[in-house]
Structure formats: C-alpha cells, structure tokens
C-alpha cells in the first residue's frame, strides 16, 4: 500500500489515453466518452434509504445533496467564462492535477468525479466476495479475497486525515490498493480505478462517528458493487 506520490508508475501505470468505462448506470460515462459538465452530478442509481443499516439515508441527504452537490456548484462557478467552460470533467482534472496555481478548481474536479465513482462502487444488497473476472484478478495480486481485504482495511485506517481508499489495475489486469489524500484520483495519474471508498469524515460521521474501521468493514460485506468493478475491469 503506497500512496501515489511513492507508487512505482511502471507496474501500474496504464497510460493517460486509457479511459475507464462504465455500463448500464445512471452516472456519467467514464469511459471512451468524457463527462460533460452539466452532466457531470447525476441522479443516485438507488432510493437515499436503500444503502441502509450502512449508510442512512440521513448521511446520503448531507454527502450527495450538500458535500456532493457543493462541489458540482463549485466546478461550474469556476470555470464559467474561463478557457475550461467547454472542457470534460476528466480533462479539467488532466490538465489541473499537477498546477498548484489552479489548485481551486483540481479540488472540486476532483471531489466531483470521486464522488461519482463513489456512489456507482456501491449498491444495495452488495458485499461480500467477488465473482467473475475481477475474483481471479484478486486472487492473483493478493493471494486471495482475504488478502484483499486486509489490505483494503488496512488502507483505509491508516489513511491520515480525509481521502480515499481505490482497487486500481494496470497492464495484464495487475491489481493494487492505493490511497489518496483529499481530492487527488486515479485519473489524474494515468491509472484506472475500479472501485472507491470514501473515508472522508462526511461520508461516515453520521452513522458510525469516529468508527472509520467500522465502517470500512461493513461497506465491503453489505455495499461494495462487483458488478461496477468487473465492467471497469473488463473495459
């Protein structure tokens, strides 16, 4: 587990031409097509009480109405009239990650589409071990689902402070657990994300106060989407 400004590019890196797609869900597409602006805060996949006992329906009116929505509002306000009013999502954050001078508009863009992949990597009645093409994938990088598991916790305690917690993939289908702080994502990298959670405080706070770990376990055996993380994987 390294974060990515440690990370060895060469076993994961896959390329900033990559994109990343996603089928058959009510968000925007983050894959061959980029994320228009007015498209880029969709409607939630799911009823606000379906996450529920995990996730309440309290906590998805204040992380997607206020925290989620706050950052849309905050993207278009920054770019509008500026040389990004046309751009993609993904290519504001491209071009942005690495300018500390443009450090206002990267932190939302980014919030904006972790976000999105945040709300797409759970579902209703998920968790628990994968199958597919992704279960043999984790077999290979980690010994096993358990192997995977631990790591992912392990990340997401030890993750000082706000971020995220990703299952990434680089060439011949290589798997890794990788952190970010704040608003920093795969994307901006070059590497292809998976699956998300957010151990932001607000993502949890509500329902499971300072129990991040509690959390973290409970959001892989009831939430955690496979189905999301298989159709990425196979894209």
Known sequence: MQPF??????????????????AGLSVPSYGREETRLAASY????????????VIS????????GKHHKGYYDAVLKAVAG??????????????????????????PAGQLWNHN???ASIRPKGGGKPSGAIAAQIDEAFGGYDGFRKEFLGAATKLFGSGWVWLVQ???NKL??????NADTPI??????????????HSYYIDWRNRRADYANAWLDRLVNWDFANQNASS
């Open 5 to 22: 400004n440690t990370i060895d590019r060469r076993s994961i890196l896959i390329g900033s031409s990559t994109l990343l797609g996603v």
């Open 42 to 53: 969709p409607p939630l996949p799911y009823a606000d009480t379906a996450l529920a006992p």
């Open 57 to 64: 329906s309290e906590t998805v009116a204040y992380h997607y």
């Open 82 to 107: 500026g040389e990004f009013a046309d751009a993609s999502l993904e290519e504001i954050i491209r071009k942005t990650a690495q300018d500390p001078s443009r450090a206002a508009l990267f932190n």
């Open 117 to 119: 992949f945040y709300w």
């Open 170 to 172: 680089g060439p011949q």
């Open 176 to 181: 890794a657990v990788v952190p970010t702080a």
């Open 188 to 201: 901006a990298h070059g590497i292809k994300p998976l699956l998300t959670l957010d151990v932001w405080e």
